[in-house]
Nanobody, 115 residues
């Protein structure tokens, strides 16, 4: 059974940075395309960054140039480095596989950016 646990969220002022982590069990990240998603209040969950098994990355236009997705294969952990945060980045952030190959959603980690 795949379990995904997100951490690293918090409160930050606009322009600040946070690094999110995603620890996985029952899955080997380096064998799978994975992504970071976010869901803001009243909005649908959206994919903001993805990384293929080969290490290629892709970003939503809204975060391009500010967010960086990466993974540590030895630790089987995925990261999302978020810089130059904006209030509109406020959301619960989740890691998972890429739709339709997703697993049970974790609890996510809350990111709050104040202006």
């Amino acid at each position: 059974q795949v379990q995904l646990v997100e951490s690293g969220g918090g409160w930050v002022q606009a322009g600040g940075s946070l690094r999110l982590s995603c620890a996985g069990s029952g899955i080997i990240f380096s064998f799978n395309a994975m992504g970071w998603y976010r869901q803001a209040p009243g909005k649908q969950r959206e994919l903001v960054a993805r990384i293929t098994s080969g290490g290629n990355t892709n970003y939503a236009d809204s975060v391009k140039g500010r967010f960086t997705i990466s993974r540590d294969n030895a630790k089987n952990t995925m990261y999302l480095q978020m810089n130059s945060l904006k209030p509109e980045d406020t959301a619960v952030y989740y890691c998972n596989g890429l739709i339709p190959r997703t697993y049970s959603w974790g609890q996510g980690t809350q990111v709050t950016v104040s202006s």
